[in-house]
């Protein structure tokens, strides 16, 4: 059937609305489940495998476009029918996977695992790509409502994904969508009735079959396959063995909760052989599948002996009576001690309301009552929103969520944004000490050292940039053999500060790696680990005096890993990972090279790798299959051009937005919500009335970028004081403020994409379906490109880099050679 105004109404852009809701939701699903079975990376793994989707879309449609359209509304309705049963099948196929992220580069076999995964999560996203792109492509002079509809859907998409996380547990996310994918179905099925109701019988069958699909999706219990390096992967197999017992589980946007009782369970962090109590019995507070904390199954401080060699206790038996805030404490170990060593007051800061629910209701008689004293105030905020938004003066900060073993899982974190341990952070905590408080952070010790040496940079960064301060002034560092405990003070270290610092390191058997005035030729390590050769101090030492009296630039590009301080504008604290040490640890550790090196970043490089080798091929084969075709039409290069720098800046802006308002929002599920809630709707609101501006698409072209490059650069560099005014406001005001924020660039962007395929319809509209698989293609390589970017220049540079790719293509409006327009284009 041929393409004519008549055969369009507007059930079409309903169904491309409800097909638009299920393909963002699905994205978010699918970030959620994989945060709990994989790692964090695996949601930008999502992101781009699912615009991959989009871009083999367009290359389909660019090779295919002409045979399909001739049965336009039964193929589309196939396709609708495929993109819902592909859901269930491939996901719960590739969670079948035994796949092991941390060999992906050892193993060939689980390469070719992780490759079959990005082919299975990608099946889903094809055909809803395509059910886009063909009805784009068809409805070609409808290009600006549809797109609309597409993008608005995309934007309630996000929302609709926040509502059934509460609903389900993470790992049944994902299937959930089917059903609005049916009613997307039916929908399109109203909109071709009349030509479908030729072979009524056959499009019914495909109706009813859709139908059974999104019922049975809804009704199956997909594998709760998880990592198994991951802590819940353990306690999976404890249960099995009834060697443990899942007490609760909670699930939302912010984290699934998971509380084993186990008697293998003992997580009493560095605690030392000089405790006299015994660690109690605790239980496992997991979120994400990875141990948050333990819980004490005890009802009084008294029963908590264990805490009090251990060296968090430090800062403790420095100071007297103090107030004390706890910033991301879970389990309530840290209140425990907080209560022992005589807190007069004890603030906790904790993110997720859920998990003070739990205490308050479910192990209320489990050791949950720990927050039940007049002492205590729990806090529902993000640690570093708290941080920002109060004035509170307290004599000892606690950053107890930076307080674990070294990093572990292979630097599967690293790419994990952590606002609460940058140098902005330490600083603004610092202002509320009061004239004798300190800050105090615990890291577990690695060989070489990294994450303690990177701490001590934060810190010392903290005090020099933002108060003028001498670093080596107000800084003390002890340790034992499991871990280095790092003191930063308000007031500069007196001599009477010094010596209760020595005795109180000597009783607890630490060795001290640092205090103004130590002389390095008199250390005596007593808990002895490795050091330079020959040297009678540690790695620790030796970072600290190079950092703070030697050359600390040289010794950062020396180091084998990334210990440079992690600031706001790069948020990545546990980003070890330099290519310059790749010869080192091949050197160094010979066939265990690999488990030395930090595979978060890795990873995302060849998934990057991967993307990119696969959309070079998907936008070149329609050139080589289609070829007489192509070579008729005008205008290619400005076409690639054009719709490659809109989709890779588009991408860049939205990928760096939702870093930046993550630290806003205080989680990056709700950021991604918030982003892709406005970017979407209101890009969809621009797109949409673009037929009644009355200006031809090269001028709204020039126009939107400029808009484009204003807005956001109003954005980059005044969002921080506007922000600043909003961060003390709950969840939905953020959100709303978000939103708003970002809805004048976003009602600009969406004038990009319906504007140059009006240049395609009246100028080569046989390139229109190759446009969307390039718009797509540059998608998928932009989004694990701009994380790659910002971890080594920062987000301001990326963000500067996108709006680089819109002036490209607003000097592509000027390439276009014109063939059937009038004057003026």
């Given at each position: 059937?041929?393409?004519?105004l008549?055969s369009y109404?507007?059930?079409?852009a309903?169904?491309?609305?409800?097909?638009?809701?299920?393909?963002?939701?699905?994205?978010?699903m699918?970030?959620r489940?994989?945060?709990?079975?994989?790692y964090y990376?695996f949601?930008?793994?999502?992101?781009?495998?699912?615009?991959?989707?989009?871009?083999?879309s367009?290359?389909?449609?660019?090779?295919?476009?002409?045979?399909?359209k001739?049965?336009f509304?039964?193929?589309?309705?196939l396709?609708?029918l495929l993109?819902l049963?592909?859901?269930p099948i491939?996901?719960t196929?590739?969670?079948?996977?035994p796949?092991?992220?941390?060999y992906?580069?050892?193993?060939?076999e689980?390469?070719?695992l992780?490759?079959?995964?990005?082919?299975?999560?990608f099946i889903?996203?094809?055909?809803?790509?395509?059910?886009?792109?063909f009805?784009?492509?068809?409805?070609?002079?409808?290009?600006?409502?549809?797109?609309?509809a597409n993008?608005?859907?995309?934007?309630?998409?996000?929302?609709?994904?926040?509502?059934?996380?509460?609903l389900?547990?993470?790992?049944?996310?994902p299937?959930?969508i089917?059903?609005i994918?049916?009613i997307?179905?039916?929908?399109f099925?109203?909109?071709?009735?009349?030509e479908?109701?030729f072979?009524?019988?056959v499009?019914?069958?495909?109706?009813?079959?859709?139908?059974?699909?999104a019922?049975y999706s809804m009704k199956?219990d997909?594998?709760?396959?998880?990592d198994?390096?991951?802590?819940?992967?353990?306690?999976?197999?404890?249960?099995i063995?009834?060697?443990?017992?899942?007490?609760q589980?909670?699930?939302?946007p912010?984290?699934?909760?998971?509380?084993?009782?186990?008697?293998?369970?003992?997580?009493?962090l560095?605690?030392?052989?000089?405790?006299?109590a015994?660690?109690?019995?605790?239980?496992?507070?997991?979120?994400d599948?990875?141990?948050?904390?333990?819980?004490?199954s005890?009802?009084?401080a008294?029963q908590?002996?264990?805490?009090d060699?251990?060296p968090?206790?430090?800062?403790y038996?420095?100071?007297?009576?103090?107030h004390?805030?706890l910033?991301?404490?879970?389990?309530?170990?840290?209140?425990?001690?907080?209560?022992?060593?005589g807190a007069?007051?004890?603030?906790v800061v904790?993110?997720n309301?859920?998990?003070?629910?739990?205490?308050?209701e479910?192990?209320?008689d489990?050791?949950?009552?720990?927050?039940d004293?007049?002492?205590?105030?729990v806090i529902i905020?993000?640690?570093?929103?708290y941080?920002?938004?109060?004035?509170r003066?307290?004599d000892?900060?606690?950053?107890?969520?930076?307080?674990?073993m070294?990093?572990?899982?292979?630097?599967?974190?690293?790419?994990n944004?952590?606002?609460?341990?940058?140098?902005?952070?330490i600083?603004?905590?610092?202002?509320l000490l009061?004239?004798?408080?300190?800050?105090?952070i615990?890291?577990?010790?690695?060989s070489p050292?990294?994450?303690?040496?990177?701490?001590f940079?934060?810190?010392?960064d903290?005090?020099?940039?933002?108060?003028?301060?001498?670093?080596?002034?107000?800084?003390l560092?002890?340790?034992?053999?499991?871990?280095a405990?790092?003191?930063?003070?308000?007031?500069?270290?007196?001599e009477?500060?010094?010596?209760?610092?020595?005795?109180?390191a000597r009783?607890?058997?630490?060795?001290r790696?640092?205090?103004?005035?130590i002389?390095?030729?008199?250390?005596?390590?007593?808990?002895l680990?490795?050091?330079?050769?020959?040297?009678?101090?540690?790695?620790?030492h030796?970072?600290i005096?190079?950092i703070?009296?030697g050359?600390?630039?040289?010794?950062?590009?020396d180091w084998?890993?990334?210990?440079?301080?992690?600031t706001d504008d790069?948020?990545y604290?546990?980003d070890y990972f330099?290519?310059?040490?790749?010869?080192?640890?091949?050197?160094?550790y010979?066939d265990?090279w690999?488990?030395r090196?930090?595979?978060?970043?890795v990873?995302?490089?060849?998934?990057?790798?991967?993307?990119?080798a696969v959309?070079l091929?998907?936008?070149?084969?329609?050139?080589?299959?289609?070829l007489?075709?192509?070579?008729a039409?005008?205008?290619?290069?400005?076409?690639l051009?054009?719709f490659?720098?809109?989709g890779?800046?588009?991408?860049?802006v939205?990928?760096?937005?939702?870093?930046?308002?993550?630290?806003f929002?205080?989680?990056?599920?709700?950021s991604?919500?918030a982003?892709?809630?406005?970017i979407?709707?209101?890009?969809g609101?621009?797109?949409?009335?673009?037929?009644?501006?009355g200006?031809?698409?090269?001028h709204?072209i020039?126009?939107?970028?400029a808009?484009?490059?204003?807005t956001?650069?109003?954005?980059?560099?005044?969002?921080g004081p506007i922000?600043?005014i909003?961060?003390?406001?709950g969840t939905?005001?953020?959100?709303?403020?978000?939103?708003?924020?970002?809805?004048?660039?976003?009602?600009f962007?969406g004038?990009?994409?319906?504007s140059g395929?009006?240049?395609?319809?009246?100028?080569?509209?046989?390139l229109?379906?190759?446009?969307?698989?390039?718009?797509?293609?540059?998608?998928?390589?932009?989004?694990p490109?701009a994380?790659?970017?910002?971890?080594s220049?920062?987000?301001?540079?990326?963000?500067?880099i996108g709006?680089g790719?819109?002036?490209?293509?607003?000097f592509t409006?000027?390439?276009?050679?014109n063939t059937?327009?009038?004057?003026?284009w």
């Amino acid at each position: 059937m041929n393409n004519n105004l008549s055969s369009y109404n507007r059930w079409s852009a309903v169904a491309i609305f409800f097909v638009s809701i299920a393909v963002i939701a699905l994205q978010l699903m699918l970030m959620r489940a994989l945060s709990v079975s994989h790692y964090y990376h695996f949601s930008y793994l999502v992101i781009s495998t699912a615009l991959l989707g989009f871009g083999a879309s367009g290359t389909f449609l660019a090779l295919f476009f002409d045979l399909l359209k001739r049965n336009f509304y039964f193929l589309n309705l196939l396709f609708h029918l495929l993109f819902l049963i592909s859901i269930p099948i491939s996901y719960t196929t590739a969670q079948s996977l035994p796949l092991d992220t941390q060999y992906v580069l050892y193993s060939g076999e689980q390469l070719r695992l992780l490759i079959y995964y990005n082919l299975l999560i990608f099946i889903p996203f094809f055909f809803g790509g395509t059910i886009i792109g063909f009805m784009l492509s068809y409805f070609k002079k409808e290009v600006p409502e549809l797109y609309g509809a597409n993008l608005i859907g995309s934007g309630i998409g996000g929302i609709v994904a926040l509502f059934l996380m509460y609903l389900f547990p993470a790992y049944q996310l994902p299937v959930t969508i089917a059903p609005i994918v049916f009613i997307a179905m039916v929908f399109f099925f109203i909109s071709g009735f009349r030509e479908l109701s030729f072979n009524i019988p056959v499009n019914l069958m495909l109706l009813l079959i859709g139908l059974g699909g999104a019922v049975y999706s809804m009704k199956s219990d997909p594998p709760y396959s998880v990592d198994p390096y991951k802590s819940l992967a353990n306690f999976q197999q404890l249960e099995i063995q009834g060697d443990a017992e899942l007490i609760q589980e909670r699930f939302g946007p912010r984290g699934q909760i998971d509380v084993y009782s186990s008697t293998t369970f003992h997580h009493t962090l560095f605690a030392s052989p000089l405790a006299t109590a015994l660690p109690p019995t605790q239980l496992a507070l997991l979120i994400d599948g990875e141990v948050a904390g333990a819980v004490f199954s005890i009802d009084n401080a008294e029963q908590a002996g264990v805490m009090d060699y251990t060296p968090q206790s430090l800062p403790y038996r420095i100071l007297e009576n103090p107030h004390v805030l706890l910033l991301g404490e879970s389990g309530g170990v840290n209140v425990w001690l907080a209560k022992r060593m005589g807190a007069e007051r004890i603030t906790v800061v904790q993110t997720n309301p859920q998990i003070y629910d739990l205490f308050r209701e479910d192990i209320f008689d489990l050791g949950g009552s720990v927050f039940d004293d007049e002492r205590v105030e729990v806090i529902i905020q993000h640690p570093r929103l708290y941080l920002d938004r109060t004035n509170r003066q307290y004599d000892l900060i606690h950053f107890v969520a930076g307080e674990t073993m070294a990093t572990g899982t292979g630097g599967l974190q690293g790419l994990n944004e952590d606002y609460l341990l940058t140098t902005e952070s330490i600083a603004k905590a610092r202002q509320l000490l009061s004239d004798d408080g300190l800050i105090s952070i615990t890291r577990g010790i690695q060989s070489p050292p990294r994450d303690n040496i990177k701490i001590f940079s934060m810190f010392s960064d903290a005090i020099a940039g933002f108060s003028g301060d001498s670093p080596e002034n107000h800084l003390l560092v002890s340790r034992n053999y499991l871990a280095a405990n790092t003191l930063l003070t308000k007031s500069p270290i007196t001599e009477e500060l010094i010596s209760r610092f020595l005795e109180e390191a000597r009783i607890l058997q630490l060795d001290r790696e640092y205090y103004p005035g130590i002389i390095t030729e008199e250390i005596d390590q007593m808990n002895l680990i490795e050091g330079p050769d020959d040297a009678n101090y540690s790695y620790i030492h030796h970072a600290i005096q190079q950092i703070l009296f030697g050359d600390a630039e040289h010794f950062y590009d020396d180091w084998a890993y990334n210990v440079r301080a992690p600031t706001d504008d790069r948020p990545y604290f546990q980003d070890y990972f330099k290519w310059s040490s790749l010869d080192l640890f091949l050197e160094t550790y010979g066939d265990e090279w690999f488990q030395r090196l930090e595979l978060g970043y890795v990873i995302l490089l060849i998934t990057f790798i991967q993307l990119a080798a696969v959309a070079l091929l998907l936008i070149i084969a329609p050139l080589l299959f289609r070829l007489p075709t192509y070579l008729a039409s005008k205008n290619k290069m400005p076409t690639l051009i054009y719709f490659f720098a809109i989709g890779t800046g588009f991408m860049f802006v939205e990928i760096t937005f939702i870093q930046i308002f993550t630290k806003f929002l205080g989680d990056p599920i709700v950021s991604v919500s918030a982003i892709f809630t406005s970017i979407l709707i209101f890009s969809g609101l621009g797109s949409s009335i673009q037929k009644k501006l009355g200006l031809i698409a090269n001028h709204r072209i020039r126009i939107a970028v400029a808009a484009i490059f204003f807005t956001t650069a109003f954005l980059l560099f005044a969002s921080g004081p506007i922000l600043d005014i909003f961060v003390g406001a709950g969840t939905v005001w953020r959100y709303l403020v978000t939103v708003l924020m970002l809805m004048p660039v976003s009602f600009f962007m969406g004038w990009m994409f319906p504007s140059g395929m009006e240049v395609l319809e009246h100028q080569s509209d046989s390139l229109i379906p190759w446009a969307w698989g390039i718009n797509g293609i540059a998608s998928v390589t932009a989004a694990p490109l701009a994380i790659m970017l910002s971890m080594s220049i920062g987000f301001s540079n990326v963000i500067l880099i996108g709006l680089g790719c819109y002036l490209l293509a607003a000097f592509t409006s000027w390439m276009w050679r014109n063939t059937s327009h009038p004057t003026g284009w």
